[in-house]
Each structure stands twice: as C-alpha cells, then as structure tokens.
C-alpha cells in the first residue's frame, strides 16, 4: 500500500493525499476526513523520512567544513550549530579534506543535492571568483574564514574573516619589539594560496619595516598538525642555532613547536619564543602558555549566521566583513630587551 493506492480509494488526486499527510491547510475538511478515514482503515504508514525531508526542506542550511580535524573549526561550528537551530533551522554538516581549486563547485553540488536554503563555508580554496561565474547560483553563500583571493569584493557571495596580513604582521612585529632578529614561520599547507601566503606577506612585511633580511629557509611547512610542526621545528633547530623565536599560523603548531624546544634541551619563553595563531584554550593551558593571535571565533560564528538568515530572508545584501583580531600574551615570548 502507498500513496497512489490511498489516492485511488479516496477518489482524489495523489497531491491532495500528499497535502492531508503533510497537514497542508488547503484541504476541504470534508476532504480531509476522507483522506484520514482510509488512511486509518488500511492501516497505512506515510515513508517518514521522505515526508519529513519534503515537509522541512525548506528550513535546511549546510555548513560545508573543509578540515575535519581543524580545532579551530570545530569551536565555530558549536556556535553556528546553536546559532542555526535558534533560527527554527536544521543544520545539514557535510566536510572534505581532498585539495582542490574548485571549492565554489562543492558548494553548488550540495545545495543542489541536500536542497539547502543556503550555506557557510568553513575553510576552502575560493579564488578566482568573479560575480559572472556566481550568478546563477541562486541560494545565499557565506564564506567564512576561507581561501579568497586578497581583496575580493563581490555582490553574489558574502566573505567573513580577519585582515591576514595584518595579523601576521602584528604577530612578527610583537617579536621583533622583544628584541629577536632571527625569526622562522610555520606555514600550513604548501596549496594554502591565501590565508598562510597572507600571514607569510605580514611576516615579510614586518621583517623589512624593520630591516631584518627574510630568508627563505627559514619558512616551514606544518600541515595544520601537531606531529610534523614538530618534526619541521626539530629539523630546523638543528640546522639553525641562531633562531630565538618561531611564528606558527595555527596554535596547533606552536604546540608542535614548543614540543620540539623541549626535545632539542631547551626551554620555551627562554631559549626560544613561539607565538601561535587562533586563540584556542588548549594554547592557554599548555606550560607554558603560549601567546597567540586570537580570531574573533564566537563573532565570526554569529556574525556568519545572522547574515545567512538576513540573506536567506532578503533583509541583506552580501557584504566583505572583515572583524578585528588580538593579541593574547601567555608565557611562550622571552622579552630579550630586558638583561
């Protein structure tokens, strides 16, 4: 028994069944009692899962997460996933991890397949955007904390992140003021075009305000994790006796990184200085804590939702918001100046 045997006892059109199962309000009541009343009678169970999806879809938004294991990532997402339901909204959580050029094309493959109302990305590769190649897509897409190339501004797509290269120049130059000349940086990804070749540019930047000769040995590759920031920092301890301070671009790093201060004999905050990136609360109970650059993670993830909600609801045109970052000093930074 399905929907089209109840449609043709009832002698009405299997929409109209559909509608009575759905509790649509244009129903005739004594159409309605009909439609019940055989249902009742052959004991028929509606497919939950299909009513369900057909009933709500109007109330999915995704989140597509690009880096699983991201800490950082994972800090946003319980707020947007409060943030969502707030809203009346389900969130439907799809993530990845493969490299690729071509983010903005999974983006669209999953509205299309999950028949979302809108999405936010976190993490991703999106440059070379341009408003011709966006406008046909016709949900509301946030990209928050993503790959974009420097500058973007578009009217089909809204961007919520921090100025990169600031950051990273704030970053340098709080080690530089305390005195180190020989700095190393932890880069994530080597197809990381955007947010670490940023942080590399304010590192850059830094160093020649400042007259300190870049050199191209001393940037690392981290991967976002733990183990080969470690391996890549003992490395270079090894080879490089006179580096006094490290700049990682996650926290994540600066972990691995101090972890390899202390497996070359030495000591964080006083053989060398590390600064990590995020502001995560694993960074401020390590020992001893270290100093990082804190992303705004709480208004980034309301920020995020409350402009999908207004776009979704025509309240908002896409914006570029770009929020402010701060400098959080634990005890990972040696002061050099001071004998």
């Known amino acids: 028994m399905n929907i089209k045997d109840i449609a043709k006892i009832s002698g009405v059109g299997v929409s109209t069944v559909s509608r009575v199962i759905n509790n649509h309000p244009d129903v005739k009541d004594e159409t309605r009692e009909k439609v019940l009343k055989i ?12 009513r369900m999806l057909k009933r709500n879809n109007l109330k999915h938004v995704g989140v597509l997460l690009k880096g699983v294991y991201n800490p950082f990532f994972a800090e946003i997402l319980k707020t947007i996933s409060s943030e969502i339901e707030k809203q009346g909204y389900s969130m439907i959580l799809q993530h990845y991890d493969n490299s690729s050029d071509e983010d903005i094309d999974k983006v669209v493959a999953f509205i299309k397949e999950k028949r979302l109302q809108g999405v936010i990305c976190l993490g991703g590769n999106f440059q070379n955007l341009n ?109 490089n006796k006179n580096i006094t301070g490290i700049f990682a671009i996650s926290d994540i790093m600066a972990i691995g990184a101090a972890k390899a201060v202390f497996r070359s004999n030495m000591k964080v905050g006083e053989d060398i200085s590390i600064i990590g990136f995020d502001g995560l609360e694993m960074a401020k109970f390590y020992e001893p804590s270290i100093t990082s650059i804190k992303q705004p993670m709480d208004h980034m993830a309301k920020e995020s939702v409350k402009l999908l909600f207004d776009l979704i609801k025509g309240e908002s045109n896409h914006k570029q918001v770009v929020l402010p970052i701060k400098l959080i000093e634990g005890e990972s930074c040696k002061d050099l100046n001071k004998k």
Do not use: M, Q
Request: glycine share 8%.
């Open 131 to 239: 408003d011709d190649r966006l406008i046909n897509i016709k949900k509301p897409i946030v990209l928050t904390s993503v790959s974009t190339d420097e500058g973007t501004k578009l009217k089909n797509i809204s961007v919520i992140g921090i100025d990169n290269k600031k950051a990273g120049y704030e970053a340098t130059k709080y080690l530089i003021e305390k005195g180190h000349r020989n700095l190393a940086i932890i880069l994530g990804k080597s197809d990381d075009w955007c947010i670490g070749n940023l942080r590399l540019e304010g590192f850059k930047k830094a160093l020649k305000d400042y007259n300190i000769e870049f050199d191209e040995k001393s940037v690392l590759l981290g991967d976002f994790d733990f183990n080969k920031a470690y391996l890549e920092t003992l490395n270079l301890l090894k080879k």
């Open 39 to 50: 249902i009742k009678e052959v004991n028929f169970v509606p497919n939950n899962g299909a």
